[in-house]
């Protein structure tokens, strides 16, 4: 049986109920032993790679009840692999945690997904650079190239490019205010992506998962709540299931043998009509509301990965 090591989120702000990660452990744990690595409790020393880690087990997802024990050091190659679920911010300290993760990859220990890809991507650049067509998009700091863009689209969407749920994503209209605002949000979150304002974001915004080069064909269709243009669920956002107009399936097909090239196991893919807006790669969500046995699924494809890595 091997042994997999999650690296998350305390588990205390944890909520069972909704949480990706959570759901594909509940799966693995019935073919797998999860150890739970504690990521205030790493470093490294003379090459290897240590933490504490605990043996976790999930008892129910609504009670919320699990069990910790067995809590010791181990130098962190003794893993059969290591599924990296860390949220952003991608700042100092994630980038930082992720380079030393990946000197266990120099140890022939398996991470998913593959610290060098998360260090090479940028997710909310990624989906630019993977779309076709592409939206209408600035990627800078360049205040008069962003204005003149501004004038030409009348309105735009403003996004940092590190962070998650919406978070700091806001609507630019050309007014009077809009120099003061640009200026402003450029001396908060430095380089920024400006993309022209897409209405078809009325008709929701689709979280398409995609696992082990495959694409999910259930998809998280959410709506922004009343008031917002974001629809993101930690936004308020509302959501419903719905199935993947074939129609973006070949290009869908492509993102997906891309991922795969590059180690990136799970990654959730946002399109908003016919343009991709984001590819999730550092802590994609929706497992547990499409359901369909997509956690069992996701679960089941990372043992054949883990499987096959160890037979090679």
Same mark, same amino acid.
């Given at each position: $049986?091997?042994?997999i090591g999650?690296? $998350?989120?305390?588990?205390?702000?944890? /909520?069972f109920?909704?949480?990706?990660? %959570?759901?594909?452990i /509940?799966?693995? !744990?019935?073919?797998a032993?999860?150890?739970?690595i504690?990521?205030?409790?790493?470093?490294?020393?003379?090459?290897?790679?240590?933490?504490k880690?605990s043996?976790?087990?999930?008892?129910s997802? /609504?009670?919320?009840?699990?069990k910790l024990?067995?809590?010791?050091?181990i +130098?962190l190659?003794?893993?059969?692999c290591i599924? &990296?679920?860390?949220?952003?911010?991608v700042?100092h300290? #994630?980038?930082?945690?992720?380079q030393?993760?990946?000197?266990?990859?120099?140890? @022939?220990?398996?991470?998913?997904?593959?610290p060098?890809?998360l260090?090479?991507?940028n997710e909310?650049?990624?989906?630019? !650079?993977l779309? @076709?067509?592409k939206i209408?998009?600035?990627?800078?700091d360049? !205040?008069k190239k %962003? =204005?003149? &863009? =501004?004038v030409?689209?009348? *309105?735009?969407?403003l996004k940092p490019? +590190?962070? $998650?749920?919406?978070?700091g994503?806001i609507?630019?209209?050309?007014?009077?205010?809009?120099?003061t605002?640009l200026s402003?949000?450029i001396?908060? #979150?430095?380089?920024?992506?400006?993309?022209?304002?897409?209405? *078809?974001?009325k008709?929701?915004d689709?979280? %398409?998962?995609?696992?082990?080069?495959?694409? *999910?064909?259930?998809?998280?269709?959410r709506?922004p709540?009343?008031g917002?243009?974001?629809? +993101?669920?930690a936004?308020g956002?509302?959501?419903?299931?719905?199935?993947?107009?074939t129609?973006?399936?070949?290009?869908l097909n492509?993102?997906?043998?891309?991922l795969? #090239?590059?180690?990136?196991?799970?990654?959730?893919?946002d $399109?908003?009509?016919?343009?991709?807006? *984001?590819?999730n790669?550092?802590?994609?969500?929706?497992v547990q509301q499409?359901? +369909?046995?997509?956690s069992?699924k996701?679960? /089941?494809?990372l043992?054949k990965?883990?499987n096959?890595y160890?037979?090679?």
């Amino acid at each position: $049986m091997y042994v997999i090591g999650i690296l $998350m989120d305390p588990i205390e702000s944890v /909520n069972f109920k909704t949480d990706s990660t %959570i759901s594909i452990i /509940n799966s693995l !744990q019935k073919k797998a032993r999860i150890k739970l690595i504690l990521s205030d409790t790493i470093f490294t020393e003379s090459n290897c790679v240590y933490a504490k880690v605990s043996d976790f087990n999930i008892d129910s997802l /609504n009670k919320r009840n699990y069990k910790l024990s067995n809590t010791k050091t181990i +130098n962190l190659n003794k893993l059969d692999c290591i599924f &990296f679920r860390k949220d952003p911010p991608v700042d100092h300290h #994630y980038l930082t945690l992720v380079q030393i993760i990946k000197e266990l990859e120099y140890q @022939n220990t398996l991470v998913l997904n593959s610290p060098d890809s998360l260090l090479k991507f940028n997710e909310k650049l990624l989906g630019y !650079q993977l779309s @076709n067509p592409k939206i209408p998009t600035i990627i800078g700091d360049n !205040q008069k190239k %962003i =204005l003149d &863009f =501004l004038v030409k689209h009348k *309105e735009v969407v403003l996004k940092p490019t +590190n962070l $998650m749920a919406g978070s700091g994503i806001i609507k630019l209209k050309n007014n009077k205010h809009a120099h003061t605002l640009l200026s402003q949000y450029i001396k908060k #979150y430095k380089i920024i992506i400006t993309q022209k304002y897409l209405k *078809e974001i009325k008709n929701g915004d689709n979280r %398409i998962i995609i696992y082990n080069g495959i694409v *999910e064909k259930n998809v998280l269709t959410r709506f922004p709540a009343k008031g917002d243009f974001r629809a +993101n669920l930690a936004c308020g956002g509302s959501y419903e299931i719905t199935k993947l107009n074939t129609k973006y399936l070949p290009l869908l097909n492509e993102v997906a043998s891309f991922l795969k #090239y590059y180690r990136i196991f799970f990654a959730g893919v946002d $399109m908003i009509g016919k343009y991709i807006t *984001e590819i999730n790669i550092t802590s994609p969500t929706g497992v547990q509301q499409i359901r +369909n046995r997509l956690s069992m699924k996701i679960s /089941n494809e990372l043992l054949k990965i883990i499987n096959k890595y160890h037979e090679s």
